[in-house]
């Protein structure tokens, strides 16, 4: 009888010994599969599977490279070429560039009356652009035609739209495109950029 129960002692610790290692098992379990989910979801092994993909296939344009120096030493350049696979296209990036701008005061004064009234608009101007000075010496050439040009769109308007907010800007657009357009007509090339007014006067 007493040998029973130190048998039945002696079982007894056993029992907690199995269920910590078993816990300890699954916590390492969840804590592995945790980490593992994680590295999955956030592309931990895409990254290293589209850079060994990268690899791969600069391995195959240098060797097709390679094939096609060696196939135009061999004197074989259109079986090269046929057997060479497409290269990958690169984007240019857009660089930021910047011209030189140069400007030429027109020597006399545009004066032109406004449609429906006595008021006169009186203004002097000055081109800018961004080409070499071929562009200025066109200007100079057909100077007759240019002021015609420009005295015709200057003399469509009326008081009321001088008084607009944005008349000025309109007025300035539309004389670079009556300039250009005279240019391009005697020249085959515009070339003006801008039209900026050095004296606006209405009175």
Do not use: C, W
Request: aromatic share 8%; hydrophobic share 40%.
């Amino acid at each position: 009888m007493a040998t029973a129960e130190e048998t039945e002692v002696e079982e007894k610790p056993k029992k907690p010994i199995l269920k910590i290692l078993l816990l300890v098992l699954l916590v390492l379990l969840l804590m592995g599969g945790t980490v593992g989910a994680t590295l999955f979801f956030s592309g931990f092994f895409n990254k290293k599977a589209v850079a060994s993909a990268e690899e791969e296939l600069e391995g195959a344009e240098a060797a097709a490279k390679d094939g096609d120096a060696a196939g135009g030493k061999d004197g074989k350049d259109g079986k090269a070429a046929k057997d060479a696979k497409p290269e990958r296209v690169k984007k240019n990036a857009p660089e930021l560039v910047r011209f030189e701008y140069t400007y030429k005061q027109m020597d006399k004064e545009l004066l032109s009356n406004l449609t429906g009234t006595r008021k006169v608009m009186q203004i002097q101007i000055a081109f800018m652009t961004s080409y070499d000075e071929r562009v200025f010496k066109n200007i100079e050439k057909h100077e007759f035609a240019i002021r015609g040009a420009l005295l015709d769109v200057m003399r469509q308007y009326t008081e009321a739209d001088v008084n607009r907010p944005e008349f000025r800007k309109e007025l300035a657009e539309k004389l670079k495109d009556e300039a250009n357009r005279v240019l391009t007509q005697y020249e085959d090339f515009g070339g003006i950029d801008a039209i900026h007014f050095t004296s606006f006067i209405v009175q």
